[in-house]
């Protein structure tokens, strides 16, 4: 008797998670899914959240088996997740940058003119000229500009506005005002009329007048592959260098015209149907070159280029080599290698330079932040690094920037929860109950107005530190059983005793099996 056979259950890869929630990559919409975490189990199901389905047995299948990395992840200390190699992630901006973007683009709004506090005739032909120019009316545009002179700039510069209904309860006399914070050259630039988006601006339109959310008018024509107008728009002046919030992340223009699924979707579903869809696509292309600005960018050490050789004895064995530009000749590079589609994670001697972008996903660590990191480090494993005459006051520092040791610091702190990390701080309010109490246990009278509010500082940084603190034990003990403990490092020149030292104590204090390995193939565990 003959049965059919059950087809595979699809994998749905885990690409971040905490104690908390899993965010996997679905296999049916290649989009990321939103689930809560319940453990490691990976035989554990899921449904998925789209409407695209396997056909199974004459059936849709909504099921994914949720899979976890066995030990390719970092911990992400900041955010409070740990993370997959080759992780798809969305490039959120810190809460506290969005919020700050999002209050001054509202104050650059607020200072223009609402078009809803005029009369309502005047309203009525400022919303009429604005259907005229999305419609690419140039005539009626250029004759409203030029012959109802007291509207002109209210007309270019002002917002398109509106008055927001009283709800029943509220109080007042007056409706609020609302608006998108758009201007004409905004909604202009978004059509296929390049010659209305040319007269705005001769007008005197505001290039780079941005709205609630930061958009500006070189956004808007990035967007939608109007080539054109984009180049009207940087000739009059756009800096493309602006930023706007677009789901909780920031977007330049050039991000906007880049071939993304997201970008892709979300155009599909305001797409006019007489738009040939190749033609706009070559477009965005050729806005992508216009916006580019990556060869513009001078003073940082890059990666210059690599290459293949091949041996005469031996064809069929291939030597890469890779060529980095670097401030002087006595700078040394290390690269640490650690499969699993981690990225490989590159590192230059000095303890002043910043993190430094070298090709597409790979960046030199910043000297002026793992030189410290390495100094923290040497504490925690009882390693004392060989003072030097370069140490400019701070001891060991010399010998701590080396590139490898830095790259060592990198591997413990994406790796490993070190027991210092994990202590929370005592609290601060324990056992005060009032802020008056509070005030009299620091003796009120003898303190000065500074002296108790620098007190109160100190009292709110601890605080925070406690939550923060919470949180990470939180995660530390949500823990996958196995992580990772070995990585590969290769280093430009011969490694100095001091480092070679410094590795074998981590390795044995932290219980890892990090190697180095020098320009001669001299291998140090």
Same mark, same amino acid.
Not at 223 to 246: F, P
Not at 410 to 425: D, G, N, Q, T
């Given at each position: 008797?003959? !049965?059919?056979?059950? =087809? +595979? ?84 901006? =810190? ?80 409706? +609020? ?16 009329? =390049? ?18 959310? @930061? ?21 009059? @002046? ?33 797409? *006019? ?25 001078? @003073? ?14 031996? +064809? ?24 699993? %589609?981690? =990225?490989? *994670? ?68 994406? %790796? ?17 109950? $009032? ?6 246990? !620091? ?31 939180? #995660? ?26 410094? #590795? ?14 020098? $320009? ?6």
């Amino acid at each position: 008797m003959s !049965t059919t056979a059950r =087809p +595979p259950t699809a994998i749905a890869r885990v690409q971040w998670w905490n104690h908390a929630n899993v965010y996997v990559l679905c296999p049916f919409c290649a989009e990321l899914h939103h689930h809560g975490f319940v453990g490691y189990d990976q035989n554990q199901l899921r449904v998925s959240h789209c409407d695209n389905r396997l056909p199974r047995r004459g059936e849709i299948s909504d099921e994914y088996q949720i899979r976890f990395p066995s030990h390719h992840f970092e911990i992400d200390k900041d955010n409070l997740f740990f993370v997959a190699g080759g992780a798809r992630l969305p490039e959120k901006a =810190p809460r506290e940058e969005i919020d700050l973007l999002r209050a001054r683009f509202r104050e650059a709004v607020d200072r223009k003119v609402f078009w809803v506090d005029f009369p309502e005739d005047i309203v009525e032909k400022l919303d009429t000229m604005l259907g005229n120019v999305v419609l690419g009316d140039i005539s009626s545009a250029r004759k409203f500009l030029t012959t109802i002179l007291p509207l002109h700039d209210i007309f270019l510069n002002g917002v398109e506005s509106w008055k927001h209904p009283l709800s029943e309860g509220e109080e007042g006399t007056t409706q +609020p005002r609302e608006t998108s914070g758009k201007a004409v050259l905004q909604y202009a630039s978004c059509e296929k009329y =390049p010659e209305i988006v040319k007269l705005l601006l001769d007008e005197g339109a505001d290039v780079n007048a941005a709205d609630l959310e @930061g958009r500006t008018a070189l956004m808007e024509a990035a967007y939608w592959g109007r080539l054109e107008n984009v180049q009207h728009l940087l000739e009059h @002046g756009a800096d493309k260098s602006l930023v706007c919030i677009y789901k909780d992340q920031l977007r330049r223009a050039i991000d906007f015209a880049r071939p993304t699924n997201e970008n892709q979707k979300t155009r599909s579903q305001h797409r *006019i149907d007489t738009e040939d869809v190749y033609t706009m696509d070559l477009y965005r292309r050729e806005i992508v070159r216009l916006l580019d600005d990556s060869d513009s960018d001078e @003073g940082t050490h890059q990666l210059g280029d690599f290459f293949f050789s091949s041996s005469a004895s031996n +064809p069929t064995m291939l030597s890469q080599y890779t060529h980095y530009s670097l401030p002087t000749e006595s700078k040394t590079v290390a690269y640490m290698v650690r499969g699993g %589609h981690l =990225p490989e *994670i590159p590192a230059m001697s000095g303890w002043i330079h910043k993190e430094t972008v070298v090709d597409e996903g790979t960046v030199f660590v910043a000297g002026r932040e793992w030189t410290p990191e390495v100094l923290r480090l040497c504490e925690v494993i009882g390693f004392t690094p060989q003072p030097h005459e370069y140490d400019k006051g701070v001891p060991g520092q010399y010998n701590a920037c080396h590139a490898e040791k830095q790259l060592i610091a990198y591997f413990v702190f994406k %790796h490993l929860f070190l027991p210092s990390e994990l202590a929370i701080p005592e609290d601060p309010d324990e056992g005060v109950d $009032s802020l008056a109490e509070m005030m009299s246990l !620091t003796s009120l009278t003898k303190l000065s107005a500074s002296a108790i509010s620098q007190n109160m500082i100190e009292r709110a940084q601890v605080r925070e530190e406690r939550a923060y603190q919470s949180k990470l034990v939180e #995660l530390y003990e949500n823990r996958p059983l196995t992580s990772l403990t070995t990585a590969n490092i290769l280093v430009s020149r011969r490694v100095c005793p001091d480092c070679e030292l410094f #590795l074998k104590r981590v390795n044995e204090e932290l219980g890892l099996s990090l190697c180095l390995l020098n $320009s001669n193939i001299h291998i140090i565990q």
